[in-house]
């Protein structure tokens, strides 16, 4: 089931995103999500009008996706950035493109017409999924991250909405 995220939710997304950010390249960050970390991502996305959205089986949160602007200013108040993340195992059962979906028809019923994805280097099957889901490369940002004693490039794919 993928519905909108709620403050129960809190822990399972800090579950998931914290392996990731501890153990791969798929983010930059190196800083772990507290649960209030993860409150306020999701309360702050809500108050201007995205979403937070978790993809739940048997009580348990196997994903989320979430989106906010690309870039503070009216400029850019159409154009749109995500993330997405699954739990170990829970990849390959269409909780990702489920999730991505609720994510793109939000933004699109909100008035947004492109969003992105930056997608590490790191992350070969991000990019793959990605261009699965329809999302083209339109720049690679070349040894933009650091981590773990390596640099990566950032990969920004797009789609229209």
């Not at 994510?103 to 992105?116: L, M, N």
């Not at 720049?139 to 789609?159: I, N, S």
């Given at each position: ?65 979430s989106?906010?602007?690309f870039?503070?200013g ?88």
């Open positions: 089931m993928i519905r909108p995220a709620q403050p129960g939710d809190v822990a399972g997304i800090a579950a998931i995103w914290n392996p990731m950010i501890r153990d791969s390249a798929a983010t930059f960050n190196s800083v772990e999500k507290t649960a209030d970390d993860v409150r306020a991502m999701i309360a702050e996305r809500a108050a201007l009008g995205f979403c937070t959205l978790i993809a739940q089986q048997a009580g348990a949160v196997l994903g989320f996706a989106y906010a602007q870039r503070g009216v400029g850019y108040a159409r154009t749109m950035e995500h993330t997405v993340m699954l739990a170990p195992g829970a990849q390959g059962r269409g909780l990702g493109r489920a999730l991505m979906t609720g994510v793109e028809d939000h933004a699109r019923v909100g008035g947004a017409f492109s969003i992105f994805a930056g997608v590490s280097s790191g992350n070969p099957d991000g990019i793959a999924f990605h261009a699965r889901l329809g999302y083209a490369e339109v720049a690679v940002l070349r040894q933009v991250g650091w981590k773990f004693g390596q640099w990566f490039d950032l990969h920004l794919l797009q789609k229209t909405l």
